[in-house]
Every structure is written in C-alpha cells, then in structure tokens.
C-alpha cells in the first residue's frame, strides 16, 4: 500500500505565505512525478505545480512566480512553498505521486485526502 499525507493547510490573510508538505509511505521504489493539484470551490481539480525525479518543475500559469514546488527524493516528501496567496488561491489541496511499488514494480497513481487552504481578503 502506498499513501500520500498532506500537512500545512489552514486560514491565512491575502498577500501571506504557506508551505504545504506531503510525505509517501509504503513499499515505493521510486516516484515521478510527484506534486499538487487543487479543487476550488465549485471547481474542477486542477494541476498546480509537479515536480520530477530530475529536477523538472511544472507550474499552473495563474501560480507561476508565486509558489515553489521541491521534494526530497530520498525522504519521498514534496513541499509547496506558497507566497502571496490571493483568495482565488481557496482550494483543497491535493498531493500527487506517480509510483512505482510493490513487489511487482508496478506503475500507480496516488492522491492524499487533502488539505484546505483558505485565503480571506
């Protein structure tokens, strides 16, 4: 079994800063990409920003220059270091992994439950 936990969500002000973190467990061979996605309210999941193995970032236009993705390849965590957060940025935060796992090295997608982010203006 392999299972993502986010961490870091919670209420802050426009214009604050947040770090979300998300750590992989179970019988992991290697993982990418590994990421965020999030779910405004009333809204489609959306990707915000990945990171793979080799360093590669992807960002969410709406998000570029404002949030930094990194992960610890050697830990399995991934971190979403988040400034001036706008009230647009309200969602549930997602953690994503590609992994490959198991005995049988096989290939599975994996999101976390969430974590809230609530941004008031």
């Known amino acids: 079994q392999v299972q993502l936990v986010e961490s870091g969500g919670r209420l802050v002000k426009a214009g604050e800063s947040l770090t979300l973190s998300c750590v992989a467990s179970?019988?992991?061979?290697?993982?990418?990409?590994m990421g965020w996605d999030r779910q405004p309210p009333w809204k489609e999941r959306e990707l915000v920003a990945s990171?793979?193995?080799?360093?590669?970032?992807t960002y969410a236009e709406s998000v570029k220059g404002r949030f930094t993705i990194s992960r610890d390849n050697i830990k399995n965590t991934v971190h979403l270091q988040m400034v001036s957060l706008q009230p647009e940025d309200t969602a549930v935060y997602y953690c994503?992994?590609?992994?490959?796992?198991?005995?049988?090295?096989?290939?599975?997608?994996?999101w976390g439950q969430g974590t809230l982010v609530t941004v008031s203006s």
């Open positions: 994503h992994a590609g992994v490959v796992a198991g005995s049988g090295l096989r290939y599975i997608e994996r």
């Open positions: 179970g019988n992991i061979f290697s993982i990418n990409p």
């Open positions: 990171a793979m193995a080799d360093g590669h970032t």
